[in-house]
C-alpha cells in the first residue's frame, strides 16, 4: 500500500480571536499522494491558508490555534518531526516572496536555508548553480533581488525549498501578484516540478486552464468543509448541476469554466459625449530616457466601462493619473468632464473624479464605515441630512448597512473594496478610476464588484479600470486600450481586442480562459470570437 505524502483525517482546526473560538476548518479528511498535482481551491474564508499553514508547521508552532484529528507527512505524524525535519519534507511558497526572502542576492537566498541546516560551505557551492539550472535560473547568482521579475522570484523560491531537498511543495495563492505572463511562466515551473516527480499542494481562488491540464486531484472547501474531491474534469463539468450553489457558481464563472457561453464579451462601443479625451498627449518622468505617454489619443466616454491594459511600465498608472490632474500632460492636452487639466486643481478635479487605488486601506482612515463614507461628502459642503440619507442608501445598495458603525479596518478585502467605492459614489463622480481592482478577491466578491461597476456605467458614469486580469476586460469591458512603451496600439471593443492574439501577445498579455479553454479542448462549445482571430 502506498503511504500518501500528506493525510488528514476529521482535521478540525479553530482560532481563540477576541477570546471567542473560531472554527476555520472542521472534518476535512485530505490525502495527497507522492508526486500528485493536488489544487485545494475555494472563496475566501474558506479554510485553504489554515490547512498549508499546518502542513508546513506554521501552526500551532508559530500560529496558535486549536488542532484535533490525525495529520500526517509520508506516514508519520506532524507532531512527532522537529521543525528542522519537517522543513526538510516540506517547503512553502507564499504568494509574496518579497515578505519572505531576508537576502540581497539570488545565491545568499539560496544559501540561507542552507546554512540553517549547517551544511558545509563546500556544499553549498555546488546546491546553489544546481538548484538555479533546476528551476529556469541558470547564471542569476550573482543578481541582486530587486532586479527580478515577479515570475522570477516565484522560482527563487521554489529553489530555496528545492535546496533543502522538500519533497513536497506547498503553494499559497502564487498567482495574486504576477500579470498574464508571469502566471504562464510560473505554470510552465509547476510542470517541470510536477515532470520530476515533486509532489504539489497548490491553493489558489485563480483558475487557469492551463493549471487544470497538469492538476491529477482537485478539492474544494467551502466555510471550512470539503463540499467536492475529484478529477478537474468532474471540477469544471458539475458547475451545470450546481447551479443553485450561488458561492460555487460564483467561484467558477470567474474563470469561464462554467462550460457555458453565456459569458460572453460586450460588443457594444459607447459612441456617446466622450467625459475624457487625451489629444496627443506625452509624459516622462524626470528620472527616465523614454517617455510614459509618447503621443497618446483616446476617448472615454459617459456610460462606457473602460479596460486599459499592457505590460507592466507600459503606461497604464500614468495615464489614468492624468484624467484627475495627479500629473499634468508635457505635451497635448486632456479634458476631464469639459475641464482642461491643465488649468485646474486636483482639488476641483476630485469633484468629477473618483480614484480607487489596489489596495483599498491605501485610502481609508475613518474609525467607522459610516464616517469613511461620509467624509468627501462632508469636505465637498454636501448638507449632513443629504449625506446622511446618501450614505444609508448606498450601504445598502453596497451590502454594507450591517458594517456602517464597524471600523473598515476590521473587515474583508471584499468588503474593504465595497467601502472604498461606496465612499466614492456618495459624492457622485461622473468618473470612477480603479486600478487593479480584483486584486486578493475571490468569485463571489469579484462578482459583486462587476454588478457594481455594470450599474454604474448604466447611470452614466465613466468607468475606467487598469488591470491585467483579462477575464475581467472580456466579461463587462465596452472598451479595451492596449499600450505598449507609452504608445496605443489597439483600442476598440473588448470582442476585436482581445480576441487578436497578436495583439495580446505584442502587450504582454494572454487571450481570455474561455478562448484558452477551448484550445486546450476542456469544452465543445465554441466562444464566437474564436473565428476573428485575424
Do not use: W
Not at 53 to 74: H, Q, T
Not at 125 to 131: C, D, M
Not at 179 to 186: I, N, Q, R, V
Amino acid at each position: 500500500m502506498i503511504i500518501p505524502a500528506l493525510e488528514t483525517r476529521n482535521l478540525n482546526i479553530t482560532y481563540h480571536l477576541a477570546n471567542r473560538p473560531s472554527v476555520a476548518v472542521a472534518s476535512v479528511d485530505l490525502r495527497v499522494e507522492p508526486g500528485e498535482f493536488h489544487l485545494l481551491c475555494g472563496p475566501s474564508g474558506s479554510g485553504k491558508s489554515t490547512v498549508l499553514k499546518l502542513l508546513c508547521g506554521l501552526i500551532p508552532n508559530i500560529i496558535r490555534a486549536k488542532v484535533e484529528g490525525d495529520v500526517k507527512v509520508f506516514g508519520k505524524e506532524i507532531h512527532g518531526l522537529s521543525r528542522r525535519k519537517l522543513a526538510q519534507l516540506v517547503g512553502i511558497v507564499f504568494q509574496n516572496p518579497d515578505d519572505y526572502f531576508v537576502a540581497t542576492s539570488v545565491e545568499t537566498e539560496l544559501a540561507f536555508g542552507l546554512e540553517n541546516l549547517g551544511l558545509p560551505r563546500s556544499t553549498m557551492l555546488s546546491v546553489v548553480p544546481e538548484t538555479l539550472a533546476k528551476v529556469g535560473l541558470p547564471g542569476f547568482d550573482k543578481k541582486p533581488l530587486t532586479s527580478l521579475s515577479g515570475g522570477q522570484k516565484q522560482r527563487l523560491a521554489i529553489g530555496c525549498c528545492l535546496a533543502m531537498n522538500a519533497e513536497v511543495l506547498l503553494f499559497d495563492e502564487p498567482f495574486v501578484n504576477l500579470d498574464p505572463s508571469g502566471s504562464l511562466e510560473l505554470i510552465t515551473s509547476l510542470k517541470d516540478l510536477k515532470r520530476k516527480g515533486i509532489t504539489i499542494l497548490l491553493v489558489t481562488q485563480r483558475l487557469f486552464p492551463e493549471l487544470l491540464d497538469l492538476v491529477d486531484r482537485v478539492t474544494l472547501l467551502q466555510s471550512g468543509k470539503i463540499v467536492y474531491q475529484g478529477s478537474p474534469k468532474n471540477f469544471v463539468e458539475q458547475a451545470h448541476t450546481i447551479a443553485s450553489d450561488p458561492i460555487y457558481q460564483a467561484f467558477l464563472r470567474m474563470y469561464g469554466l462554467a462550460g457555458k457561453t453565456s459569458e460572453q464579451s460586450r460588443n457594444d462601443l459607447v459612441d456617446g459625449e466622450a467625459a475624457v479625451t487625451f489629444r496627443n498627449v506625452s509624459f516622462t518622468y524626470s528620472d527616465a530616457s523614454s517617455p510614459a505617454l509618447d503621443g497618446v489619443t483616446c476617448d472615454f466616454h459617459k456610460g462606457e466601462i473602460a479596460v486599459v491594459m499592457g505590460a507592466n511600465g507600459a503606461g497604464k498608472s500614468t495615464l489614468v493619473r492624468h484624467v484627475n490632474g495627479i500629473l499634468r500632460p508635457q505635451n497635448g492636452q486632456v479634458t476631464t468632464c469639459g475641464i482642461d487639466t491643465r488649468e485646474s486643481s486636483v482639488a476641483t478635479l476630485a469633484r468629477h473624479v473618483g480614484f480607487m487605488f489596489q489596495n483599498p486601506l491605501h485610502t481609508i482612515f475613518s474609525d467607522t464605515v459610516r464616517r469613511e463614507m461620509s467624509f468627501t461628502a462632508q469636505l465637498f459642503g454636501i448638507p449632513d441630512a443629504v449625506t446622511k440619507r446618501k450614505v444609508n442608501e448606498i450601504a445598502a445598495h453596497f451590502d454594507i448597512s450591517n458594517v456602517l458603525d464597524t471600523s473598515p479596518f476590521v473587515l474583508s478585502a471584499g468588503e474593504q473594496q465595497r467601502v472604498a467605492i461606496a465612499s466614492t459614489a456618495v459624492i457622485e463622480p461622473k468618473v470612477l478610476i480603479l486600478d487593479e481592482p480584483t486584486h486578493g478577491l475571490d468569485g463571489r466578491n469579484l462578482y459583486r464588484l462587476e454588478t457594481i461597476l455594470l450599474e454604474l456605467s448604466s447611470k452614466g458614469h465613466s468607468v475606467i479600470i487598469v488591470t491585467h486580469d483579462v477575464d475581467l476586460a472580456y466579461r463587462i469591458a465596452n472598451r479595451v486600450i492596449l499600450l505598449k512603451e507609452g504608445k496605443v496600439i489597439a483600442n476598440g471593443s473588448a470582442h476585436e481586442v482581445l480576441c487578436n492574439e497578436k495583439l495580446v501577445e505584442e502587450a504582454a498579455l494572454i487571450l481570455p480562459t474561455q478562448i484558452r479553454v477551448d484550445k486546450l479542448g476542456l469544452r465543445q462549445e465554441k466562444p464566437n470570437c474564436m473565428e476573428s482571430n485575424g
